[in-house]
């Protein structure tokens, strides 16, 4: 598995803060094709429960020492 034979190269911070904002994007971006289907709507709460989602998992990833 890649991530566990390469636990001594953690990942940049820097490609951390990019996943982060493409996450953050990909929800927003959800929300707003969401107006457009008939009988949904977009809410920016659903992007930042999205968003929130994610950073939490990063951080489970990174407790269980995955990338450490």
């Not at 707003?32 to 920016?44: D, K, P």
């Not at 992007?47 to 995955?66: H, P, S, T, W």
Request: no cysteine.
């Amino acid at each position: 598995h890649y991530l566990q034979a390469n636990k001594k190269h953690p990942p940049h911070w820097q490609a951390l803060f990019f996943v982060l904002l493409l996450a953050l994007f990909y929800a927003l971006s959800d929300e707003l094709h969401q107006t457009f289907v008939f009988g949904r709507s977009g809410n920016l709460r659903d992007a930042m429960i999205d968003f929130i989602g994610i950073v939490l998992a990063i951080a489970i990833i990174y407790k269980r020492k995955i990338f450490k």
